[in-house]
């Protein structure tokens, strides 16, 4: 017996809420018939275009500490939704706001996947002609120690596997260098864990500029050095489309914007945290209904894919 | 009493030597006037356009490992091109060469400058509109301590104020949030020393995204972000380049390309090693001729702006 696929979306997340959020949930609903339930206060939310609404009273703001909110705020549409998603009232959540607060009530809600020592975000990097590159830790974990990047590594492969239907997807591990000498004390350890792990296909060493192409699969790392690829790479992109812009004619950016838009991971669907009991996308604070709608099409697909089986049982070996 | 301004070239160094380094030699003699010495062996450089040449029989290659290289290689070209310049035969080097023995070829012969805890690569990311922003460290140091990057924050801010003539630059601290309290342990340390640090205009946290805006001047981190934020970079500028070009006609992409190769660090004249008692400008290994001129370039100037005074004072404070 599966949860009946509906996706939970926290309808008061994000910068743009509750608009975007309700607007981006019926294009979703619309478009691509996901069921959805709305998590928020009834009285923002007003008709929500006729999708029910699950009630909750309070709101974790964009600022807010993300441990003490969760705490706090039991009742917020985060919160409420993680619960939605433990309690069997939705296959998976979409938020787009504050993203620590999302990963820590997904945690604290669903609860770890047994054997998992840290959930992390994976971002999928589009790759132009090819399935994206999946990065993680993106985020989650400033800090990390070279065996959780083995399970990342499990984690990584399992979702390139459940949603891009590679059988035995690459893991590349990021470094300032290809030879396995190159890097921290994080990486050499993990580097030489990893050369002996489980069900994990080891490239070797990877570099920042390896993530955009089609040498590797899955990229791990420690959440801080992927955070920082993941926004070098964004502000490189946004730099260089408002320069392309400015050199082109109207007509020649026209054509142009939709393949640049194509490679801008906010416009991408979100990122995923894997390692919960349960499926849940964050999406960028500023998204709009597109994004939205994009991220909770996402949630959707880790749901029917069933992907939370699929990292248990790399986990478990 | 000054050295003459010379700049001694490895002749050897790169993939491309000695052919395209000898010719970006010459570029930057006839079209800037620099007097140059090339450095390397006399059988393999020939006549070398008339150029004076200092005999070096040794080459460290591309994949020596670079201390044990510079300790065995003593006649190696990067050795000797970092002996003229502290025997004051040059005032500057230049090598496209193994970037870890130009390194250290330039740390144990022209010695650390006094009070410098450790050297660290520099390299400006060029900015559309406004002066590059100074990432530093760019890789030399793969792990690093708090105090260092107060030191790089010094150094950042000293080659900033001598080669764009700022002021005041605002230094950064690389992390992964606006917010004191994100990121490691290294990040957190560092940004209760940079608040309090003599001489440095601190701005606070900044993010991957803020690199190539004007929002800072330099960004100080560890020398694995930046390799990994530097690399980032280059491969989305790279893999969006690409993109672009698919999408234009060969007349719209006519007018995009000279701005896109104009963000291309790769094109940019090198990194620049700061902390050593001499300028060191280390170029990309597939250095064409114009990147050699361009490195070349950079490295007359640093000598000319007297950088190496400047970072004496911003130590010694």
Redo the contacts between chains.
């Keep these: 017996m599966s949860a009946p696929l509906v996706v939970a979306v926290d309808a008061m997340g994000g910068d743009r809420a509750p608009g975007e959020v309700v607007a981006g949930a019926l294009r979703a609903a619309e478009e691509h018939g996901i069921e959805i339930v709305l998590v928020g206060r009834p009285e923002a939310l007003g008709e929500a275009g006729g999708l029910p609404v699950v009630p909750a009273g309070e709101v974790i703001e964009m600022g807010d500490d993300p441990g003490k909110a969760v705490r706090r705020k039991k009742d917020s549409s985060l919160v409420r939704a993680a619960e939605a998603v433990r309690d069997g009232k939705a296959a998976a959540m979409f938020s787009a706001g504050n993203t620590g607060a999302a990963m820590a009530s997904a945690l604290l809600r669903m609860g770890r996947i047994k054997g998992v020592a840290r959930p992390a975000v994976a971002t999928p990097l589009p790759?132009?002609g090819t399935t994206p590159t999946v990065l993680l830790d993106a985020?989650a974990n400033?800090?990390c120690q070279p065996a959780w990047l083995v399970q990342f590594a499990q984690m990584g492969g399992a979702y390139a596997r459940a949603r891009y239907a590679l059988d035995e997807p690459r893991v590349g591990l990021?470094s300032?260098g290809e030879e396995s000498g190159?890097?921290?004390?994080l990486?050499k350890e993990a580097h030489a864990l990893l050369a002996e792990a489980r069900g994990v296909r080891f490239v070797g060493n990877v570099?920042?500029?390896?993530?955009?192409?089609d040498e590797v699969d899955v990229v791990v790392?420690?959440?801080?050095?992927g955070?920082?690829?993941?926004?070098?790479?964004?502000?490189?992109?946004?730099?260089?489309?408002?320069?392309?812009q400015?050199?082109?004619?109207t007509e020649?950016w026209a054509?142009?914007a939709p393949?640049?838009e194509a490679?801008d991971t906010e416009t991408y669907g979100g990122a995923m945290l894997l390692g919960v009991e349960g499926d849940c996308v964050i999406g960028h604070g500023a998204s709009s209904a597109k994004a939205v709608a994009n991220g909770i099409v996402v949630a959707a697909e880790l749901a029917r894919c069933d992907l939370v089986s699929a990292l248990r049982s790399a986990i478990a070996g």
Excluded: H, Q, W, Y
């Design positions: 790759v132009p985020g400033a800090e990021l300032i190159k890097g921290n004390s990486v570099e920042g500029r390896d993530l955009l192409t790392t420690d959440g801080f050095s955070n920082v690829a993941l926004k070098s790479m964004e502000g490189a992109l946004r730099c260089l489309s408002e320069a392309v400015g050199a082109l004619t020649a054509t142009v393949v640049l490679l």
